[in-house]
């Protein structure tokens, strides 16, 4: 295309020569850089050198008659005949300073630690190689080590032949004199200057921009050269070529550097029947279209790039490989790596077609790798390392290469934040400041002060027209698409994705590496924790065991009962201590049916204590220690942490890990910045009582509830530590608190806050519903379905409002991982994102999965059950408040708990199942689509596994719990006939529900502990719906 910045129609097929004032410049300066060439090369001839030190001038040198024919025939002929890498050395020289050259350094970079790289993946990828270099990378990488070495040392030059003490030779950086001009003895490592590539593409004849490339030093000095070769500031036909046509042209000014490019795939397909084999045969041929490029290494555009393009899995599959460094960073799944394939499937019933069988004829892996980095592939290759290589494909074959390369042109329009036509220059900005073309001869060239630079002809009366390109200029008119500049809605949903850009830091390209996407796809559990015996925490890594064996312990009488083999002694003794003393609060079950399934919970029936002192009194007594309650209960046998099996702790570990890793990230996909403050306050006065200010007395009652609950205290690793945290939560409701003593101040006032709990009921928080798309109600549906229809009419890919609420919030949701980008198209999404306007709230998003009723929509009678036939109860159903008035009725002392598990706004903290994830997977506004990997409040039916899942949890105590624990979905009624019962029914709930699998918690901010039924009575119905 022409006509534009980079190609008037002026210069057309032809290359515009120089002016002669610059031509006779130029070859006043190529007289001397070839004289600069000639003393480089005496320096490599040893042979010859003394006599070119001694000479004044190189005429000189070549009459001296010291200097033997063939050797000056040998420096002649290489003389005739130099090395493009002696070239670009000698034109170095000539606009070198006197100044020696700094030594090489590394790169400082601010790359973010690889989590891959500190553990081993645990699922092997058998196409792409974790890490792998080229030879030609290699070779690049030892010669920028061998230079670096030699700049580093120090002593006598080569000149002198002089040795150091210890008898080696070593390298000098020094300047010298050879027949009669002063030349550094290195080559100069430094970027050349503009001026110095200009030389160089007169001298180097017939050479083209491929050839320089690989002798820039750093991307810097290629940027330039690449920039300088679009604007045909190099008057050589050869140099041209390397613009290409406009399409490359375009992706070259965007610092996208095609090397490999395949966009024949809608000509290469095959999709037919031959009848005339016996049987019938079809052969089916499909390809993808692929293009190889290199990008900047450590630039904030690269890093938004890839991002852009790794969330666009929809329509494109993409492998980014750092080239310093070898290792793949993003890659995806291994069937989508294929770039052709194809099939032969027998028809022998044609009504009745098998699964076709594949034939991967070539993919994305270490074959392509080898193959594309040969010399007969490639072109052209750099000389340095800083970069990544990103191989880019389609997902579906045999689409139209416009396809794919309008995706990637639009998401550089996106990394650049190009907001206008003209922003797409301003990547070259610095470079075109500093050109000026001749308004006679459009010959470019360095601008002189006050000359009218390209800058300025792109700011006088520049047009931007967008068109299909193949159709002519009759289409370079059309409206531009829209979404394809970045807007505001691009910015805020950056301010998530890139939030560390606001504080000046610069990130390495490193895929998406959250917390979720590391444990789920590449890292796994920490084995070091697990082998170390450091066990998992929400808040802190060195919670103290309160059963450390103390002096108290050792000079107890009922230390010698036991010891940590647990011998049969022990439980001997045990079984004489008393079953009961009349404390109602100790009741036993005659059932067989224990909640704790760890072998030593038989030690914890009551029915096996039977020692003459009281179980009240030793909770009651502050002055006992820990170790004493636990032998004289018989509540387990000693057996410490070194003695567990392995296998049998480490499942347990595992989930905890993952628990940890979840609940982070949960949060972190929260929106509303005052609950995120919220959980951070609870969880901040919850580490405080924990760990600082535990009173005896509540370890007792802690006790006390275990042993209740039937729970063995080694049931696994931290069994005590999810009973502190249970009675943290619940005790500061009751009086006396948890026994707060030396706290923060900080600690003090969220307590106040969070026990206020009738200022918090008048707080109703601003949540949308959490009724799925089963039982939405239907004014609801009404303006969603009525923007739906508007789209369909006018065509139009999205609606613009409803971009602006959705998008920042998905982002949200996939930089904590609890989203991921899916690869599939539009057509195979189960939903799409919507905006839900309830009464007196703003928009929020709310995802329509009822394009799931083509496939199965399911009915109530579905969501009732379990996949094995279990009925699930109802959760509307449960009428919270007139269960609380039935037990009141009962019991004029009652009081009750309203305790709510934390769940997000939009989706449950339970997990998906891998081969399930497709179906909760939805199509945003923009045309991406995602997958759930936690359960969606849209799903149809998500109430009911809520319900479920909690149920599962209690069911386990529910013979201690019996009738005084009422659950609707996420919030359970907890009732008790007086205060100490509700606080030991409370604790217990808590403990059922945090602890394993450890992946639930009670949301304090939104619960009411320890209230009567005037206060539940004055609750606005949020609460109890």
């Known amino acids: 295309m022409r006509g534009t910045l980079e190609s008037p129609i002026e210069t057309t097929g032809r290359v515009v020569g120089m002016s002669a004032a610059e031509a006779d410049k130029i070859l006043e300066e190529i007289a001397e850089i070839k004289q600069f060439l000639f003393c480089r090369l005496l320096l490599s001839q040893a042979a010859v050198l003394p006599n070119a030190l001694k000479a004044d001038s190189i005429h000189g040198f070549l009459v001296d008659a010291e200097v033997a024919t063939a ?40 790359d973010e630690v690889d989590p891959i790289s500190k553990n081993v993946q645990r699922f092997k990828h058998k196409t792409v190689p974790e890490k792998w270099q080229s030879k030609h990378e290699l070779a690049v990488q030892q010669k920028k080590k061998t230079r670096r070495i030699a700049a580093e040392d120090e002593g006598q030059t080569l000149v002198d032949f002089g040795t150091m003490e210890d008898g080696k030779f070593k390298n000098a950086l020094v300047r010298v004199k050879v027949c009669g001009r002063t030349i550094w003895n290195y080559p100069s490592a430094s970027a050349m200057t503009r001026s110095g590539w200009l030389q160089y593409s007169v001298i180097a004849k017939g050479s083209r921009l491929f050839d320089a490339i690989e002798l820039c030093r750093s991307w810097e000095e ?65 390809t993808r279209n692929v293009i190889g490029a290199h990008i900047k290494r450590n630039d904030p555009v690269s890093q938004r790039l890839v991002q852009y393009l790794a969330m666009r899995t929809h329509v494109l599959a993409m492998m980014v490989r750092d080239a310093k460094t070898g290792r793949v960073i993003i890659k995806p799944p291994e069937e989508e790596c294929w770039l052709s394939r194809d099939c032969v499937t027998l028809l022998f019933d044609e009504s009745e077609e098998p699964e076709p069988e594949w034939k991967v004829t070539r993919e994305v892996g270490e074959d392509l790798f080898e193959q594309i980095s040969g010399k007969k592939e490639r072109e052209w290759q750099f000389g340095f390392l800083e970069y990544y290589e990103i191989i880019v494909w389609d997902l579906e074959p045999g689409r139209p290469f416009a396809g794919l390369y309008n995706t990637i042109q639009e998401t550089l329009f996106k990394a650049h934040r190009v907001v206008e036509g003209l922003d797409m220059y301003r990547p070259v900005e610095p470079v075109v400041a500093t050109l000026y073309r001749d308004p006679k001869t459009y010959r470019v060239r360095d601008a002189r002060p006050g000359e009218w630079t390209l800058r300025d002809e792109l700011t006088k009366a520049s047009r931007f027209t967008w068109g299909d390109m193949g159709k002519g200029n009759a289409s370079m008119n059309q409206p531009l698409p829209p979404n394809i500049f970045y807007n505001d809605v691009d910015a805020a949903e950056d301010l998530i994705l890139f939030s560390e850009e606001l504080g000046g830091k610069r990130n390495a390209v490193t895929g998406h590496t959250d917390a979720i ?320 306007e309830e009464s007196g709230r703003k928009p929020d998003v709310l995802l329509d999965f009822r394009k799931r009723r083509r496939s199965h929509w399911p009915t109530m009678e579905d969501v009732g059950r379990t996949q094995t036939g279990d009925p699930i109860q109802d959760p509307y159903s449960v009428d919270l408040l007139a269960k609380a008035r039935a037990y009141a009725s009962k019991h004029s002392t009652a009081r009750f708990a309203l305790l709510r598990v934390w769940t997000h706004s939009h989706f449950y903290p339970l997990t998906v199942a891998p081969h399930r994830r497709h179906e909760q997977s939805f199509e945003d506004t923009v045309g991406r689509v995602w997958i759930w990997r936690f359960i969606p409040k849209d799903m149809p039916g998500s109430e009911w596994s809520m319900q479920y899942n909690v149920t599962s949890r209690l069911k386990r105590y529910s013979k201690m719990f019996g009738d005084r624990i009422v659950l609707k979905r996420d919030i359970m009624l907890v009732m008790g006939s007086d205060e100490a019962e509700l606080k030991k029914m409370a604790m217990g709930a808590t403990f059922a529900i945090s602890s394993t699998p450890w992946r639930l918690e009670l949301d304090l901010w939104k619960s009411f502990v320890n209230v009567d039924l005037e206060f539940l009575e004055s609750l606005d119905e949020w609460w109890l719906k």
């Not at 493009?84 to 606009?95: K, V």
């Not at 084999?277 to 499909?286: D, G, H, K, N, T």
């Open 222 to 286: 290629f940027w330039e050269l690449n920039v300088l070769a679009m604007f045909q500031y190099f008057p050589s036909p050869h140099w041209e070529q390397w613009a290409g046509d406009r399409a490359r042209l375009q992706l070259l000014q965007l610092g996208f550097i095609p090397y490999m490019q395949f966009d024949k795939a809608d000509f290469f397909k095959q999709d037919k029947v031959d009848r005339r084999a016996r049987p019938a045969a079809r052969v089916i041929l499909q």
């Open 517 to 836: 996407t590391s444990l789920l796809e590449h890292t796994g559990p920490n084995w070091k924790r697990f082998v170390n015996d450091i066990d998992s925490s929400e808040d802190e890594d060195d919670y103290p065991d309160p059963w450390q064996e103390s002096k108290a312990t050792k000079e107890s009488p009922l230390s010698k009962v036991g010891s940590g083999s647990g011998s049969s002694n022990n439980s001997n003794d045990l079984a004489t201590l008393p079953m009961d003393d009349g404390d109602s609060e100790w009741t036993t079950d005659d059932s067989d049916d224990m909640p704790c399934t760890y072998p030593n919970c038989k030690y914890g029936r009551p029915e096996r204590c039977k020692k003459p002192k009281s179980r009240q009194v030793l909770f009651d007594t502050d002055d006992g220690d820990p170790e004493t309650f636990r032998l004289a209960l018989g509540f387990e046998r000693i057996e410490p942490s070194s003695d567990r099996d392995p296998e049998t702790d480490f499942p347990s570990f595992a989930e905890r890990e993952a628990a940890k890793v979840f609940k982070k990230q949960w949060h972190e996909a929260v929106t509303n910045p005052a609950e995120r403050a919220q959980h951070a306050d609870v969880q901040l006065l919850l580490r405080e009582m924990t760990l600082k200010t535990f009173p005896p007395s509540a370890k007792h009652c802690g006790l006390n509830v275990l042993l209740w609950l039937r729970c063995h205290f080694h049931a696994h690793r931290v069994t005590w530590r999810d009973m502190e945290r249970a009675y943290a939560s619940i005790a500061v409701f009751f009086p006396g608190g948890a026994g707060l003593g030396d706290v923060s101040m900080q600690a003090t006032e969220i307590l106040e806050r969070l026990t206020d709990q009738d200022t918090r009921a008048r707080c109703v928080p601003d949540r949308r519903t959490s009724r799925s798309n089963l039982v939405l109600a239907d004014e609801l549906w009404t303006p969603i379905n009525r923007i739906n229809k508007e789209l369909q009419r006018s065509r139009t890919p999205y609606h613009r409002e409803w971009d602006e609420v959705a998008r920042p919030v998905i982002a949200q949701w996939f930089r904590a991982g609890v989203i991921a980008p899916a690869y599939l198209d539009e057509y195979e999404s189960n939903g799409t994102v919507a905006v839900v």
């Open 71 to 110: 050797d000056l025939r040998d420096l002649c002929l290489r003389f005739e005949q130099p090395s493009l890498q002696e070239i670009r050395d000698a034109c170095a020289d000539f606009f070198r300073g006197d100044t020696q050259e700094e030594a090489e350094s590394e790169e400082r970079e601010e």
